[in-house]
Antibody, heavy 118, light 110 residues
Framework: EVQLALSGGGLLQPRRSLRLSCTAS????????FSWVRQAPGKRLEWLGL??????????EYAASVKGRVFLSRDDSKSVAYLIMNHLKTDDTAVYYC?????????WGQGTLVTVSS | QSGLTQSPSASGTPGQSVTITCSGNTSNIGNNDVFWYQHPPGTAPQLLISLNSQRPSGVPDRFSASKSGTSASLAISGLRSEDEAAYFC???????????FGGGTMLTVL
């Protein structure tokens, strides 16, 4: 069974950094790209970026809205994908998802709530 | 807000059929594949339709979808109470160089 477990959410202060870990199981991690998506309260889903598999070059792509503030990485030996978001703002309050694939995203994790507040 | 356009709500009674539409432009739906997701409350979204009209393994054939020009639609026949969920569309946007989503349609089974 494909599972994507997110950790690292919670309450964070503005200007701090967020680090999310997405631990995958049930499939061949190294063969897949991973996408990151968030949904702020009352807003639509927002794509943040993706990291491709190493066999596909391992490249990252970022949404313009977060480029320079979000960094994606992966550790294939641990089957973990990471998101780091710097200089948090209150507008970054959202449920964050990691998901497998890009076009399509075929599996989503449960999501984790990140609240940015002083 | 950039993205795809969906009606915020839809409803039907058990056994009925309902269609949810998703409209975009030539940068997204007009030039790229559309994906549909079901998102029941409190759970992870699930891929319902891939590549405009393809059902992944395990998705009932009550769900079907199509794309024409810059719009796409998802049809659900034989509505069941368990179909009550949010449904959203997604497509790559060439101008934005990223994935864009519809605002989601909340389906209520009366």
């Amino acid at each position: 069974e494909v599972q994507l477990a997110l950790s690292g959410g919670g309450l964070l202060q503005p200007r701090r950094s967020l680090r999310l870990s997405c631990t995958a199981s049930g499939f061949d991690f190294h063969a897949h790209s991973f996408s990151w998506v968030r949904q702020a309260p009352g807003k639509r889903l927002e794509w943040l970026g993706l990291i491709r598999s190493k066999p596909s070059g391992g490249a990252t792509e970022y949404a313009a809205s977060v480029k320079g503030r979000v960094f994606l990485s992966r550790d294939d030996s641990k089957s973990v994908a990471y998101l780091i978001m710097n200089h948090l703002k209150t507008d970054d309050t959202a449920v964050y998802y990691c998901a497998r694939g890009e076009r399509p995203i075929d599996y989503w994790g449960q999501g984790t709530l990140v609240t940015v507040s002083s | 807000q950039s993205g795809l356009t969906q009606s915020p709500s839809a409803s039907g009674t058990p056994g009925q059929s309902v269609t949810i539409t998703c409209s975009g432009n030539t940068s997204n739906i007009g030039n790229n594949d559309v994906f549909w997701y079901q998102h029941p409350p409190g759970t992870a979204p699930q891929l319902l339709i891939s590549l405009n009209s393809q059902r992944p393994s395990g998705v009932p054939d009550r769900f079907s979808a199509s794309k024409s020009g810059t719009s796409a639609s998802l049809a659900i026949s034989g509505l069941r109470s368990e179909d009550e969920a949010a449904y959203f569309c997604a497509a790559w946007d060439d101008t934005l160089s990223g994935l864009v989503f519809g605002g989601g349609t909340m389906l209520t089974v009366l």
